[in-house]
């Protein structure tokens, strides 16, 4: 478990050994993000530049030692990183999308060049993104917008099924937040609604168990655990809620 301090230090819990500890891993500053993936982990400093750590020697560095961090991005102005494989993918202030994938062969590469992305997530070969006006966007052979069928159906809460590749959260770009995690995606709404979406099935479904008081989201296979605006936690899987 990585731990990410205020000061910009980066710790590690090891479990693996007999006896469980605290250790340091970047005594540095100025970290804004850590994400891990595998025995990958990726480092965003406030500057933009972007490090990474591998259990094993990196193909930059054959020499590096397992526990080297090596400086992947000397770029600035980046926002947000996300990984959740082989790919890393990179948000930048201008709301453009870059993806980094060496084991694929591949070095920067920039996918999305609309300037309009705010958030991102990436979950199995999936990207998802909110861009700045409230869509929720899903990226698979180009980009598809992410809508709600819900609306034609006001007193129906059952899932319903959307063909094609354009979906829209009733039409009023109201995304805040969203996680995914095993093809299950949770959206966060400025109305503090949660909505629930399906890869696979292409369903998107508001939450209405969870009702309009959430603050934040944090997505767990076919679990979600919202943060509620009084300070509670909550679980919801199945269809029940569970302090």
């Not at 819990?13 to 100025?30: A, E, R």
């Not at 992410?146 to 899932?159: F, G, M, R, T, Y």
């Not at 909505?195 to 998107?204: K, P, W």
Request: hydrophobic residues 35%; aromatic residues 10%.
């Amino acid at each position: 478990v990585y731990i990410l301090k205020n000061n910009g230090n980066i710790w590690v819990y090891q479990t693996i050994t007999q006896q469980p500890s605290f250790q340091i891993k970047d005594p540095g500053l100025g970290t804004s993000q850590i994400e891990t993936v595998g025995e990958t982990l990726y480092v965003l400093k406030e500057n933009g530049n972007i490090w990474r750590s591998n259990m094993k020697a990196a193909e930059e560095n054959v020499n590096a030692k397992s526990d080297d961090f090596i400086q992947i991005h000397v770029g600035t102005e980046t926002r947000q990183i996300t990984s959740s494989g082989s790919i890393l993918y990179i948000l930048k202030k201008n709301g453009n999308i870059w993806t980094y994938a060496p084991a694929l062969g591949q070095s920067f590469q920039e996918i999305y060049k609309d300037g309009d992305a705010e958030w991102i997530k990436a979950d199995g070969g999936e990207l998802y993104f909110i861009k700045r006006d409230g869509t929720p966007c899903r990226f698979q052979q180009g980009f598809s917008v992410i809508e709600d069928a819900i609306a034609a159906k006001p007193k129906d809460p059952s899932v319903v099924s959307v063909g094609g590749k354009c979906f829209a959260i009733n039409n009023d770009k109201r995304a805040k937040k969203l996680d995914a995690l095993g093809g299950t995606v949770y959206i966060l709404t400025n109305e503090s609604k949660i909505l629930r979406y399906s890869a696979e099935t292409e369903d998107l479904r508001e939450l209405t168990e969870a009702g309009a008081d959430n603050k934040d989201i944090a997505a767990y296979y076919q679990d979600l655990f919202a943060i509620k605006t009084d300070g509670t936690v909550k679980r919801y899987n199945e269809g029940r809620l569970k302090r």
